[in-house]
């Protein structure tokens, strides 16, 4: 698979293939850890199915699981604690 198109993780530009995930394009971008969860815990990329809800990220001011999220071209992406994702 070829990039297809960048989005934007806490301000820097990743890039993706179609199809993908949040997680597995940020995996891919070798970025396994994806800030921190209100209870202080490190969140990353773990069961892939959304079971765990390690991975939580916000994207448009919602948390949403990253390895569930497909990926778009312009999408930006935050960690849970970054204070300007805060709704």
């Keep these: 698979m070829t990039t297809v198109g960048i989005f934007f993780w806490r301000g820097a ?3 993706f293939r179609a199809g ?8 891919g971008s070798n970025i396994h850890g994806f ?16 079971s765990c809800q390690c991975c939580l990220v916000r994207v448009d001011g919602r948390a949403t699981e990253a ?10 992406v935050m960690a849970l604690e970054d204070d300007d994702a805060r709704g």
Excluded: H, N, W
């Design 13 to 15: 530009e990743v890039p």
């Design 20 to 27: 993908e995930s949040i997680a597995a394009a940020l995996a």
């Design 35 to 50: 800030g921190k969860d209100p209870a202080g815990s490190q969140t990353r990329y773990f069961c892939g199915i959304g």
């Design 67 to 76: 390895c569930l999220e497909p990926v778009y071209d312009g999408m930006v």
